[in-house]
């Protein structure tokens, strides 16, 4: 399958070349040429597939010509070796938790099945490929763990100094080997602020390879779809209309629960829900679309004020406003209210979710103020043990810090200063 740019001035390329060049020379996002349904036999045996089958069946189109099936296949199993279950947790409430993987939150898969293409892609290249990433918290952590070791391939970090969670921390400073992090004094506007001007940077471009591995890339950003197709295998008996409420912040997860809803999976809405940034909630309040400077809150990994997968969604509906407000609600709730949620879900249903979780929870109950004949499903993006004195601290109680955590926990950070762009190219040109 071809991709297109969104600003439709740069040519169409491959799954492959979308993948390398992360971003179109134009700096559109690029988009598949067409999203063609599954089968309603898929949806009506899904719940015969495994994990593996229902992924491959979805990522096939998309992917087919550029990756053979059978080394398709082993990538997913690879990527998808963990679980991803629901948990009822109220009446017509459940959760789908996505942070059993290496890194706890939900980007390992993208992060994962992002490497793989790539490693894939780069076998016999002579070039190396230099992935740069911008986090807000979460995103740094998976990608480092995706792709350490991956050969031909480098992995710069940027991240904003004090703004992201300890443990957060530790899982991008601390592997080593093919992976830098760049500490940066500012927020994560300015971190990604400054991987947008490399990609843009000539003098820098005639010298490497560079790509990005945030959710713009196709790569991380499409098998997120697979979430909510694992979550329909497991409530689809329920026999009810099922919305899904995601904590938001740059609304690549988001759209690719809608791209699943384009491969035929019966859905009947979506929530989009945001901490304290929320151009989006504006956006479907007052249709105009006023990106605002990142604010920071409890749930870090959602503090995105200009979120870049925003114009995906406006073109899944062909930017028709009254189109995408029949299947898009947007709320934005306050760390207070957050915090809130936490207890709330603590004492009644003894689940302890996390800040990001928590803010899914509270779109889904305000929806279905209005809506209470649906089935609702909010993710659970990260564990909430990444956010551990928050949490704690809110419920009141220690939780217990499971395996992968721990391992990180002893290790040293090692990270370099960054202020400003002049000192990552000079770093990317000298190393
Ligand atoms: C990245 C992240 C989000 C936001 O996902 P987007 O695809 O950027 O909207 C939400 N929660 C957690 C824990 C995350 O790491």
């Known amino acids: 399958m071809n991709f297109?740019?969104?600003n439709k001035k740069a040519q169409n390329v491959s799954f492959k070349n979308a993948v390398i060049n992360g971003i179109a020379p134009d700096r559109g996002l690029y988009f598949p040429e067409s999203i063609t349904p599954l089968p309603d036999s898929f949806f009506g045996k899904i719940e015969n597939l495994s994990n593996t089958e229902i992924a491959f069946r979805a990522i096939h189109q998309f992917v087919a010509d550029e990756i053979p099936d059978d080394i398709l296949k082993d990538i997913l199993k690879e990527v998808l070796d963990f679980d991803f279950p629901i948990v009822e947790i109220e009446e017509n409430i459940a959760t789908l938790e996505l942070f059993h993987g290496p890194t706890m939150a939900f980007?390992?898969?993208?992060?994962?099945f992002m490497a793989h293409c790539l490693g894939y892609f780069s076998k016999g290249e002579k070039n190396e490929v230099t992935v740069l990433v911008a986090t807000s918290g979460d995103t740094g952590g998976a990608v480092a763990n995706g792709f350490l070791g991956v050969e031909g391939v480098n992995v710069v970090i940027l991240y904003p100094s004090g703004k992201v969670s300890d443990i957060q921390e530790r899982q991008l400073t601390t592997l080593g080997q093919n992976i830098t992090a760049l500490e940066v004094?500012?927020?994560?506007?300015?971190?990604?602020?400054?991987?947008?001007?490399?990609?843009?940077?000539?003098?820098?471009?005639?010298?490497?390879?560079?790509?990005?591995?945030n959710s713009i890339n196709v790569a991380r950003w499409l098998p997120q779809l697979f979430y909510f197709l694992f979550a329909y295998k497991q409530v689809k008996s329920k026999g009810k209309e099922i919305v899904f409420s995601v904590p938001s912040g740059n609304f690549g997860n988001i759209c690719a629960g809608m791209?699943?809803?384009?491969?035929g999976m019966p859905v009947k809405h979506f929530i989009a829900s945001t901490n304290a940034n929320d151009t989006v909630p504006e956006f479907m309040r007052t249709k105009s679309y006023d990106p605002k400077p990142s604010t920071a809150t409890i749930s870090n990994?959602?503090?995105?004020?200009?979120?870049?997968?925003?114009?995906?969604i406006r073109h899944l509906f062909q930017d028709d406003f009254e189109l995408l407000s029949k299947t898009l609600s947007s709320h934005s709730f306050t760390d207070s209210e957050t915090k809130n949620a936490l207890l709330e879900i603590?004492?009644?249903?003894?689940?302890?979710?996390?800040?990001?979780?928590?803010?899914?929870?509270?779109?889904?109950?305000?929806?279905q103020e209005n809506h209470p004949d649906t089935y609702g499903i909010f993710l659970e993006t990260a564990h909430p043990v990444?956010?551990?004195d928050v949490v704690e601290e809110t419920i009141g109680k220690q939780l217990e810090i499971p395996p992968q955590i721990k391992k990180v926990m002893g290790k040293d950070k090692k990270s370099i200063r960054t202020i400003e762009y002049e000192e990552l190219k000079k770093y990317l040109l000298e190393r």
């Open 4 to 6: 297109y740019s969104l």
């Open 346 to 367: 603590y004492q009644n249903s003894k689940y302890i979710a996390d800040p990001h979780g928590a803010v899914g929870y509270l779109g889904l109950k305000k929806h």
């Open 386 to 388: 990444k956010f551990l």
């Open 259 to 263: 791209v699943a809803q384009r491969l």
């Open 185 to 213: 004094d500012g927020t994560f506007d300015d971190c990604q602020k400054m991987v947008k001007t490399a990609f843009l940077d000539e003098e820098l471009l005639k010298e490497m390879k560079l790509t990005s591995a």
């Open 301 to 312: 990994a959602m503090d995105v004020g200009d979120p870049s997968n925003f114009i995906r």
């Open 107 to 112: 980007k390992d898969v993208g992060a994962r």
